[in-house]
């Protein structure tokens, strides 16, 4: 498994600052304002609350990074990359909008100020699973049911275990929509079947 960092264009977005940002940003710049260590001593984490965390970017340098978490569930995440004057002019309340880059994928909300920006989500992939989704694809048009499918993947697959088996065939949701999931119990079963037959057939050769 190679996992590929391949940085996908993003797109210019407008956004509101959310109240929770600001309140943050208001923190940040009284932090400033009083020559704080938090925001005077360069880290990635000094300064933060429940949402949101980061600090100064380089000795004596006018930049702050943060990482923001928009929603509740710390799913999403805005990189933000902003100068003490625009945080000033935030809690200000004078700066209302950020321009920011985000994913062109329509499910992914994270944003960023660079318009370079890595996306977690989006950004990395596995290099092995479009060759092995493409199999999976193959195993399960050739099956007709549980059964058939666990005989055309032990074919293409011989020494999965059985929780991989089980993730790869669950990973193909429709799968376990359409003919139920497999429990270990019943892959072990099953393989053990599978190993007798293989084993008769070499027996007869
Ligand atoms: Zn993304």
Same mark, same amino acid.
């Given at each position: 498994m190679a996992i590929i960092k391949d940085v996908k264009p993003k797109q210019k977005k407008e956004v509101l600052i959310p109240d929770r940002l600001k309140e943050f940003l208001t923190y940040v710049n009284s932090l400033i304002l009083n020559k704080d260590e938090a925001a005077t001593i360069p880290s990635d984490d000094l300064i933060q609350n429940d949402f949101a965390s980061g600090g100064l970017e380089e000795e004596n340098g006018n930049s702050y990074y943060f990482t923001y978490s928009p929603e509740e569930i710390a799913r999403d995440e805005w990189k933000l990359r902003l100068d /003490?004057?625009?945080?000033? /002019?935030?809690?200000?309340?004078?700066?209302? #909008?950020?321009t920011l880059w985000g994913c062109a994928k329509n499910?992914?909300?994270?944003?960023?100020?660079?318009?370079?920006?890595?996306?977690?989500r989006c950004d990395y992939f596995d290099?092995?699973?479009?060759? #092995?989704?493409?199999k999976l694809r193959k195993i399960r048009e050739a099956s007709n049911n549980k059964?058939?499918?666990?005989?055309?993947?032990?074919?293409?697959?011989?020494?999965?275990?059985?929780?991989?088996i089980i993730r790869d065939y669950n990973s193909d949701t429709a799968l376990g929509?359409?003919?139920?999931?497999?429990t270990i119990n019943e892959?072990?079963? #099953?393989?053990?079947?599978?190993? #007798?037959?293989?084993?008769?057939?070499?027996?007869?050769r």
């Open positions: /003490k004057e625009t945080i000033n /002019k935030i809690s200000q309340g004078t700066i209302k #909008k950020l499910n992914c909300h994270n944003l960023f100020s660079n318009p370079k920006g890595t996306c977690s290099d092995k699973k479009p060759a #092995k989704d493409k059964a058939e499918w666990l005989l055309n993947y032990f074919a293409i697959f011989p020494n999965s275990s059985p929780p991989q929509a359409k003919w139920g999931s497999f892959i072990v079963d #099953k393989m053990k079947e599978i190993e #007798k037959i293989f084993s008769t057939k070499n027996h007869k």
